[in-house]
């Protein structure tokens, strides 16, 4: 899987945002998959999972009632609405594949976007 997202821009503090990750590739709907950020000078941190079909989600706490993942199987998309964003939510946002069996609870990063990047300003 080939992954491109979209959706970052410059916003101000209170704005919201949708991030968009295009697959290429036909085992999109096979595989589960992430969003991830990384801020200036910190690590790279999973904020939102999401399993093949959409029916199971998970949340980073930072990302707990502000952040949605979604998933339309049919465009081969991935999203991440992000609303009340604050200025540490700055950062580059990347969507990832993780190719884990469908019963293992270990999960297997693969495939990543170039990233997006999105700016809060105060």
């Known amino acids: 899987v080939q992954l491109v997202e979209s959706g970052g821009g410059l916003v101000q503090a209170g704005d919201s945002l949708r991030l968009a990750c295009v697959a290429s590739?036909?085992?999109?709907?096979?595989?589960?998959m992430g969003w991830f950020r990384q801020a200036p000078g910190k690590e790279r941190e999973l904020i939102a999972w999401?399993?093949?079909?959409?029916?199971?989600?998970w949340y980073a706490n930072s990302a707990k009632g502000r952040f949605t993942i979604s998933r339309d199987n049919a465009k081969n998309t991935l999203y991440l609405q992000l609303i009340n964003l604050r200025p540490e939510d700055t950062a580059v946002y990347y969507c990832?594949?993780?190719?884990?069996?469908?019963?293992?609870?270990?999960?297997?990063?693969?495939?990543w976007g170039q990233g997006t990047q999105v700016t809060v300003s105060s």
């Open positions: 990832a594949a993780d190719y884990r069996a469908r019963n293992s609870i270990l999960a297997q990063w693969g495939s």
């Open positions: 590739g036909r085992t999109f709907s096979s595989v589960a």
């Open positions: 999401i399993n093949w079909t959409g029916t199971n989600r």
